[in-house]
């Protein structure tokens, strides 16, 4: 692993690309922003974390978070096929 000095550090900070804000309560688990990502840096997780009465969870409650942030160009192929409006982009 390469040693970075701290000005090759920020020139890498400034690469960074803008990356999708997902508002998990419009998010409906549709998977289609998964399928548009061509750079795999996101993935539908479970956020359901209640049980029911006799233990076991009540539902799957699938959303799309971002699971691989390095893995993100900020192309936005996510936030032009999502319906419900979940993702967005600061810029």
Do not use: Q
């Not at 960074?16 to 549709?30: A, M, N």
């Not at 699938?62 to 979940?86: D, E, M, Q, R, T």
């Amino acid at each position: 692993m390469d040693l970075k000095t701290k000005n090759e550090l920020k020139e890498m900070d400034t690469e960074i690309t803008d990356l999708p804000i997902i508002d998990l309560r419009k998010c409906s688990g549709c998977n289609k922003c998964i399928i548009a990502c061509d750079h795999n840096a996101l993935e539908l997780i479970d956020i359901n974390k209640e049980r029911n009465k006799h233990g076991f969870f009540a539902w799957k409650k699938l959303k799309a978070v971002i699971k691989y942030p390095i893995n993100c160009i900020g192309c936005k192929a996510c936030y032009s096929v999502c319906k419900h409006k979940a993702i967005k982009f600061k810029n």
